[in-house]
């Protein structure tokens, strides 16, 4: 079955930095989605891209569906960008989610 | 407009009983999928659910079942529990099939001691 591969799998940075997070998959997909895990469980929103660019605020995505990868990237971290960052590709119907990487913005 | 919701958020079972967790989808929404998340396998897709039939499943035992109802509502199961079983239990759903964007609820949190 399709492989979905996150890196860095961890990442600590300080408050302000940048970061860009990367999503590869091994195989064409339907759509792409990149959530944001909060401490209690809550899996948020935060692109829907199957392909292209769209930027929300200090985030935005980029999905290159010829080369099989996306980027996350956000921007001026703050405290509260801390959490598990997880893309999720649909492939024959069904959601695969990579394993996260986990993100510690430290004040 | 309401989110997901899932009932019960925390639940305590032992070993052999069984489970059954709740979701309400988003109004308008007519799929359902439900996810298991756990430290050690990440998140693992157990089924979906589409007009009251189930679309796919993932690679789970006979133990795990599902259903959904006719006002888009669903409902997993997980009968004779094991302590594997542990895990955050999510739901999703989406306006069309699970290639739509998903928008997911808070989750179950399930113990089995």
């Known amino acids: 079955g399709i492989q979905v591969e996150q890196s860095p799998p961890d990442l600590i940075l300080q408050e302000g930095a940048n970061s860009t997070l990367r999503c590869n998959f091994s195989?064409?997909?339907?759509?792409l989605q990149w959530f944001h895990q909060n401490p209690w469980g809550q899996l948020i929103n935060l692109f829907y891209?199957?392909?292209g660019t769209k930027q929300n605020g200090r985030l935005s995505a980029t999905t290159v569906a010829t080369e099989r990868y996306s980027l996350l990237y956000i921007s001026s971290s703050q405290t509260t960008d801390s959490g598990v960052y997880f893309c999720?590709?649909?492939?024959?119907?069904?959601?695969?989610f990579g394993k996260g990487t986990r993100l510690h913005i430290l004040p | 407009k309401a989110g997901v919701t899932q009932t019960p958020r925390y639940l305590i079972k032992t070993r052999g009983q069984q489970v059954t967790l709740s979701c309400s989808p988003i109004?308008?929404?007519?799929?359902v999928s439900w996810y298991q998340q756990t430290p050690g396998q990440g998140l693992q897709f157990l089924f979906e659910?589409?007009?009251?039939?189930?679309?796919n499943k993932g690679n789970f035992p006979g133990r795990f079942s599902g259903r959904q109802f006719s006002n888009s509502r669903s409902e997993m199961n997980v009968s004779t529990l094991e302590l594997g079983d542990s895990a955050l239990y999510l739901c999703?759903?989406?306006?069309?099939?699970?290639?739509?964007?998903?928008?997911f609820g808070p989750g179950t949190r399930l113990t089995v001691l």
């Open positions: 999720a590709v649909n492939r024959d119907d069904k959601i695969i």
């Open positions: 109004s308008g929404h007519r799929s």
């Open positions: 999703a759903s989406s306006w069309g099939l699970a290639d739509n964007e998903q928008f």
């Open positions: 891209i199957p392909s």
């Open positions: 195989d064409s997909v339907n759509n």
């Open positions: 659910y589409f007009s009251e039939t189930q679309r």
